[in-house]
């Protein structure tokens, strides 16, 4: 998997993944989300419209990224998922917890 990151005005971080967000990929998501939060970029969107795959690692690694993002007052938001995506988040009711939007520059547009 590869991760692409930017900066959005307003200290909002962008991390666009490519590939398959499983766990082989999970433990590189958290890192690059810890870096984020470190940076001083609390809020963070998860741009998943080119990943292809997510299992429960994957899943875990979301979560891990929206609890750090939170404790640091900001959140985690995902942007773009696939069709494979969002069924596994509404499977897993995760679609309740994460809130999904169009794009990344929507995400914090509120």
Do not use: C, W
């Not at 005005?9 to 499983?22: F, H, I, Q, R």
């Not at 609390?42 to 993002?69: E, M, R």
């Amino acid at each position: 998997m590869d991760i692409h990151s930017k900066l959005l005005g307003g200290g909002v971080a962008v991390l666009k993944l490519e590939g398959k967000l499983n766990m082989v990929s999970a433990p590189h998501l958290r890192q690059e989300v810890h870096s984020a939060v470190a940076a001083g970029n609390s809020k963070v969107v998860i741009d998943l419209s080119a990943v292809d795959f997510i299992d429960s690692s994957g899943l875990g690694a979301l979560i891990n990224g929206l609890k750090s993002t939170r404790q640091a007052g900001g959140d985690l938001r995902i942007a773009g998922p696939t069709e494979q995506v969002r069924l596994v988040l509404e499977l897993t009711n995760m679609d309740r917890v994460l809130n999904a939007y169009e794009t990344a520059e929507t995400a914090f547009s509120e």
